[in-house]
């Protein structure tokens, strides 16, 4: 072995004979030894809300279907166009008319023209104000009265799946934050419209749906998008906070834990009562005030713990009697 090789050897055992004394030192006869951080309460924004999935739907789906067999001659719209109560969609001839117009072009322009106007075509109307989500039909295609030319929407809005758990705490008017899967960077504000009163089995799941209506619809909403929600249950400004990392549960009692000068660990539990609670922070209804000190485990630093307390490499007597 070379003498470089030997210096390496040599440092690596220093420095695990070192890290084991430190370990020893900070661990101590009396057990663990535990580092927290510390947090102040402070006065901010929290709200509780329910969040869910849903779908993006039309509010009123409204099938649009001929009242006469024929041919469609001429089509008036685009899919996605928005549409008023009472506008043409199409033209079409009936089967008489269609045939009537086919044997009148084999006479001539004059003669077809003098059909054209004589038997002028039927015309398919929007019964109300919406936008087209579905066209069905061409020029030139044979309809019958039970097929589907057109589907209109009134509106496009969210219909979101509640847990039967949570339905209790959702009410009409209730604010809701509304975002797309496909489009995760739009936001939308809505509001909840209706909520259904028969539920759905979805997953061995009773569900009920919620119909939430979005304050603007951007140009990329499409029916069928998936969609998540965050219906906003209640909120409160300038209530007393503290991490949710900051409150435990200790026989049956929530506390926090804050320094003692007067208990032998220097620390003791305080009893709190909580009110609202987010992904981050919880609401402090009792027992604590404004810039409260409290104190965090740092599970990051936090040593393990020695059931003997006591170092493992040294010699202890009546080993056989413990």
């Known amino acids: 072995m070379t003498d470089k090789n030997r210096m390496m050897l040599g440092g690596a055992v220093l420095l695990l004979v070192l890290g084991i004394a430190a370990f020893f030192l900070f661990r101590g006869n009396g057990g663990s030894k535990q580092l927290f951080r510390e947090v102040r309460t402070e006065r901010g924004f929290i709200s509780s809300s329910v969040s869910t999935t849903g779908v993006v739907e039309p509010r009123n789906r409204l099938k649009i279907q001929s009242s006469i067999s024929g041919r469609i001659e001429e089509i008036k719209v685009e899919e996605g166009q928005a549409v008023r109560k009472g506008q043409i969609l199409a033209l079409l001839s009936s089967s008489e008319r269609a045939a009537l117009l086919d044997a009148a072009r084999l006479q001539g322009d004059r003669e077809l023209s003098y ?62 934050v509304i975002g797309l899967d496909a489009y995760p960077e739009i936001r939308m504000k809505g509001v909840v419209e209706h909520i259904h009163f028969e539920s759905r089995l979805q997953n061995n799941v009773n ?29 409160k400004e300038h209530a007393l906070l503290l991490p949710v990392g900051a409150v435990q549960t200790r026989q049956g009692r929530t506390v926090v834990l804050m320094r003692n000068s007067t208990s032998k660990e220097g620390v003791s539990y305080s ?52």
């Open 115 to 176: 059909w054209k106007t004589v038997y002028r075509e039927t015309a398919v109307i929007a019964p109300i104000d919406g936008q087209l989500i579905v066209r069905s039909v061409e020029p030139g295609q044979t309809v019958t009265t039970s097929d589907s030319l057109f589907v209109l929407s009134d509106r496009l809005i969210v219909k979101a799946y509640v847990d039967e758990t949570d339905i209790g705490r959702v009410k009409v008017g209730q604010r809701a």
């Open 207 to 235: 569900i009920y749906y919620v119909d939430v209506v979005p304050e603007t619809i951007p140009d990329v909403f499409r029916s069928g998008m998936s969609a998540n929600i965050d219906i906003i249950v209640s909120e």
């Open 271 to 322: 009893a709190v009562k909580t009110g609202m609670q987010d992904d981050t922070n919880v609401e402090i209804l009792e027992g604590l005030r404004e810039s409260d000190v409290v104190l965090v485990q740092d599970t990051a630093f936090a040593l393990p713990e020695n059931s003997g307390g006591t170092n493992p490499f040294m010699p202890r007597r009546n080993r056989q009697a413990k």
